[in-house]
């Protein structure tokens, strides 16, 4: 067995996670490498989303009688655990939506609705990369579609980082707002916040940060990225699916205009005219993802309860050793940094020229789990001129003999194919 500094004990942790004990093909034990698209859920999640359901089902806010009481007390203190998860100065600045591609999309359109200072229009430009998830691509295209804006983004340079080079031609007094991606899904790449906020405070502009790929691998601090706007997602963070997380500071949600109008988010409504709730209920409007937030206030419970600085060195130290184990298959490319030093717990690679589909099939039938196509990153992909990647990443369950087994799988993989 592998032994690495720094790793979690592991074999507890999986003690809490039902699914990776399944047998599957033939009596294979799965070896889940997916993480990166969603996380396994520990039992103390799948718990509290029955508790809640079996005992305090009800919707939250208007109710006075008791249960309905406890469910907004459930879903109110899922938003404080959230806040205090990634340091924010108020719990109001917590907004709750279905996933981060609403929470990027919810900006994008307060800006394209926006008053001055904020508003998105023909005479300004959006700024994000080459590197983005199509959920933080798609939404500023339609922005620019819709407005006039000029869309510009990063290039990346050979080795899969950020093309910084030209930042002060990129970011000018015309931008309005800059979105990147804190880690990046395919790449893996940690982006370097400081020089991006540097130079877009020199021009006034608005910075977004997609951190659903670092949310459940490290600490998130919001005061600290000196981002105006965070988004990220509970399924990938040990929580369910159905809820997100936008954050934004509190004078900006103030100003901002609501994108949703419906119940809950008003303060007065007449037949001619509407005033609206203070945030962060001006941008919840109707029903909102009440289990789903007691799931991921449970989630962020158990998180915070192993540690974020231990789970990051837990992924560090995996993911140097599977760069390490992946460079040592032959014909194996690696799309991205070939070190474990500001890269995150997502690898992709190429193995020759078999189709990364065709790997995924064949690792599955012995029990691996893995990613294959282009991840919702398809510029990435065009950019470095494959059609596709077969995609393994790591969480705080991760251990070395599961690297181990991809490598043996990928050795069959190519004996396969010939």
Not at 77 to 103: C, L, Q
Not at 182 to 207: F, H, K
């Amino acid at each position: 067995m592998t032994h690495l500094p720094g790793l979690l004990d592991t074999e507890a942790i999986r003690k809490d996670f039902p699914l990776l004990d399944r047998v599957v093909h033939d009596g294979k034990k799965i070896v889940y490498l997916d993480s990166a698209a969603t996380s396994q859920k520990p039992r103390q999640v799948l718990d509290a989303l029955n508790e809640y359901y079996e005992r305090h089902n009800a919707n939250v806010h208007r109710g006075v009688y008791t249960v309905a009481e406890e469910a907004t007390a459930l879903y109110e203190g899922a938003r404080d655990k959230v806040a205090a998860f990634i340091n924010a100065p108020s719990r109001d600045e917590v907004i709750f939506t279905k996933n981060a591609s609403e929470s990027l999309n919810l900006v994008a359109n307060m800006l394209g609705w926006a008053d001055e200072p904020y508003r998105v229009d023909h005479e300004t430009e959006i700024v994000i990369t080459e590197m983005e998830h199509h959920s933080n691509i798609v939404p500023w295209q339609l922005l620019a579609q819709r407005t006039g804006a000029k869309l510009k983004w990063f290039g990346l340079t050979e080795d899969g980082r950020l093309d910084l080079s030209d930042i002060d031609e990129i970011i000018t007094e015309k931008t309005k707002i800059v979105s990147f991606t804190l880690v990046s899904n395919l790449l893996g790449t940690v982006n370097p916040v400081d020089a991006i906020v540097r130079r877009a405070q020199e021009v006034g502009a608005l910075l977004c940060i997609d951190a659903s790929q670092a949310a459940p691998h490290m600490p998130l601090d919001v005061q600290a990225l000196q981002a105006d706007f965070v988004a990220f997602t509970g399924h990938k963070m040990c929580g369910p699916t159905g809820i997100g997380v936008l954050w934004g500071r509190q004078e900006l949600l103030e100003d901002l205009p609501p994108f949703l109008g419906g119940g809950e988010m008003i303060e007065t409504v007449s037949m001619h005219s509407s005033t609206y709730a203070p945030a962060p209920h001006k941008f919840e409007a109707g029903t909102p993802p009440i289990a789903q937030a007691v799931g991921i206030g449970a989630a962020v419970d158990y998180l915070s309860a192993i540690g974020m600085d231990k789970i990051a060195a837990h992924e560090h130290a995996i993911t140097e050793y599977a760069v390490k184990r992946l460079l040592e298959v032959p014909d194996l490319r690696i799309i991205g940094p070939t070190t474990a030093e500001d890269r995150g717990a997502a690898i992709s690679f190429t193995l020759g020229d078999i189709h990364p589909h065709d790997v995924g099939q064949v690792l599955d039938e012995q029990g691996i789990a893995v990613r294959v196509g282009h991840h919702c990153a398809r510029p990435v992909c065009l950019r470095y001129g494959i059609p596709a990647t077969t995609r393994a990443s790591f969480y705080l369950y991760s251990t070395p003999a599961e690297v181990d087994a991809l490598v043996d799988g990928l050795e069959h993989v190519r004996n396969f194919f010939g």
